[in-house]
């Protein structure tokens, strides 16, 4: 696999979710990626139908597990060969794998005690497989978090430390990143009165926003949008748990574009994501690791109906007949 590492600007993802029985067939979603300029595609599971759409792309591909195999792959080497012989071996000639992903969202949990073991499997499957240079990692929520808030007090919950923190240091032996899903949304939406809208928008990252946006201090750094916050949280638990040099990838971030929710509305949608590609790509950094550009990966392609009702279903770029549910600038991402 050729295995390229992140180019000096942050290059942008979108998540491909398939909870839906009305998407378009994978090949005509992987030419609207290609159309799009999109760099990267993250999937949530493998599907070697996308896979080999995928072939020959140039796109970068975060392929998942599913969480119901981690187990399974944890406590036995041969399904973690076997599962690197189905997904990965035949189409490493051909397809971009950047990370491949032990699981999503599943610390803290029941699972969570299995994702390392199952990263060290596959790694080993991998090796005797011949392929080279695909870190091995996993995705984790926020909720890993105990205190977020300030950025530089964050620290690992004590559900999630005992999992964490071998993980983090083991990864950053491997200089492998950690995958972090990013959501303001989520924050603003339980809190309106509280947070800010253009705080949550990054609307101070747009040239045309007419939202004031106030700052936040913390310690000498100052936060002008939500997204650096959480992310800086993030690297601050992971420094005090020991693994100071470790890069965090943005695995999935976006803000839904109606559903009921509030804030959920199409222009709010636009404005995120669009100043969420321009901040990416900017190579900026956050306040606490300057100029270290960010990976980042949208949240979703498409609005998924078969998620639960409500803002869940509606995440996406696009409508399910391949029409933008509004504009977004991905070229902004591509300097």
């Known amino acids: 696999s050729s295995f390229k590492p992140s180019r000096a600007e942050g290059a942008i993802g979108v998540n491909y979710g398939m909870i839906a029985n009305n998407l378009p067939t994978p090949d005509k979603v992987i030419a609207m990626y290609k159309a799009n300029k999109i760099s990267y595609v993250r999937l949530f599971h493998p599907d070697t139908t ?83 240079g695909v870190p091995v990692t996993t995705a984790v929520a926020t909720s890993v978090l105990g205190v977020s808030y300030p950025p530089s007090q964050a620290t690992f919950s004590e559900a999630s430390a005992p999992v964490m923190a071998p993980l983090v240091a083991y990864l950053s032996s491997k200089k492998a990143p ?81 559903g009921g929710g509030t804030g959920a509305t199409v222009e709010n949608a636009a404005a995120y994501n669009n100043n969420v590609i321009r901040h990416a790509a900017s190579g900026a950094g956050t306040p606490r690791r300057p100029g270290k550009a960010v990976e980042t990966y949208l949240f979703a392609m498409f609005n998924e109906n078969q ?29």
Request: without cysteine.
């Open 50 to 132: 996308v896979l080999t759409a995928l072939g020959g792309t140039g796109i970068g591909v975060v392929l998942g597990t599913f969480n119901e195999d981690l187990e399974h792959l944890a406590s036995d080497e041969s399904f973690a060969a076997s599962w690197v012989a189905s997904y990965v071996k035949p189409f490493a000639g051909t397809v971009t794998f950047r990370y491949i992903t032990a699981g999503n969202e599943v610390i803290p949990g029941d699972l969570g005690t299995h994702v390392l073991p199952a990263i060290r499997n596959i790694e080993t499957a991998l090796k005797a497989a011949g392929v080279t």
């Open 178 to 258: 950690l995958l972090v899903n990013v959501y303001p949304y989520f924050a603003y939406a339980a809190e309106p009165e509280t947070v800010q809208l253009g705080y949550a928008l990054l609307a101070g990252s747009s040239a045309t926003s007419k939202i004031k946006v106030s700052s936040v201090t913390d310690g000498g750094l100052v936060y002008t949008n939500m997204f650096d916050a959480i992310l800086d949280a993030a690297h601050a638990a992971v420094e005090k748990a020991g693994a100071q040099g470790l890069e965090l990838v943005v695995s999935e971030t976006g803000w839904p574009s109606g």
């Open 307 to 335: 998620k639960p009702e409500g803002t869940e279903q509606h995440f996406g770029l696009f409508q399910p007949d391949m029409s933008a549910v509004y504009p977004v600038d991905f070229a902004a991402g591509s300097y």
